[in-house]
């Protein structure tokens, strides 16, 4: 599990990079930039969550050790 939320890391990453390539800065809420606007938002929701869950599981399993 630990190394599928690093794959899902890794995708949400490359996502969020070629996102912001497809941003154009000039008219950011345009026809265009919406969508490329969308895909940066969700890619970095993904990684805050993805990253939450990894310190969870972290707590969690300090916590068993005690």
């Given at each position: 599990?630990?190394?599928?939320?690093?794959?899902?890391?890794a995708?949400?990453?490359?996502l969020?990079?070629?996102?912001?390539?497809?941003l154009?800065?000039?008219?950011?809420?345009?026809?265009?930039s919406?969508?490329?606007l969308?895909?940066v938002?969700?890619?970095?929701c993904t990684?805050?969550?993805?990253?939450?869950l990894?310190i969870s599981?972290?707590?969690?399993?300090?916590?068993k050790?005690?």
């Amino acid at each position: 599990m630990k190394y599928f939320i690093y794959i899902l890391i890794a995708i949400a990453s490359v996502l969020l990079a070629y996102n912001t390539i497809h941003l154009d800065f000039k008219d950011l809420f345009g026809k265009d930039s919406k969508a490329a606007l969308v895909g940066v938002f969700a890619s970095a929701c993904t990684i805050v969550l993805m990253l939450i869950l990894l310190i969870s599981r972290r707590i969690q399993e300090k916590k068993k050790g005690k």
